[in-house]
Nanobody, 123 residues
Framework: QVQLVESGGGLVQPGGSLRLSCAAS????????IGWFRQAPGKEREGVSC???????YYADSVKGRFTGSRDNAKNTVYLQMNSLKPEDTAVYYC?????????????????WGQGTQVTVSS
């Protein structure tokens, strides 16, 4: 059974940090790019970050310099380190797997999606 499972979300104060994990089962992440997306209430799902199969990383301007993506293929897991969190980062965060070259900003190109993890930044 192919599955992506996010974890690591929670409630954090502004300026705090969280590390999200995206663990894959039923397939090998080695040849997939993993995108991180988020969706706040009443808003469309947006791309946050992506790490390609060769380890190249891409970030939305809103998180550049604060978020860092990494992958551990031995653990079949991808991570998103989120620092200096702001209230506007509050959303449900999803990871998704893309089988093509590089990364894609098009949601429909992602083959597998996780169930999401809630991140709330509030004092």
């Amino acid at each position: 059974q192919v599955q992506l499972v996010e974890s690591g979300g929670g409630l954090v104060q502004p300026g705090g940090s969280l590390r999200l994990s995206c663990a894959a089962s039923g397939f090998t992440l080695d040849y997939y790019a993993i995108g991180w997306f988020r969706q706040a209430p009443g808003k469309e799902r947006e791309g946050v970050s992506c790490i390609s199969s060769d380890g190249s990383t891409y970030y939305a301007d809103s998180v550049k310099g604060r978020f860092t993506g990494s992958r551990d293929n031995a653990k079949n897991t991808v991570y998103l380190q989120m620092n200096s969190l702001k209230p506007e980062d509050t959303a449900v965060y999803y990871c998704a797997a893309f089988a093509g070259l590089g990364c894609s900003s098009a949601l429909y190109e992602y083959d597998y999606w996780g169930q999401g993890t809630q991140v709330t930044v509030s004092s």
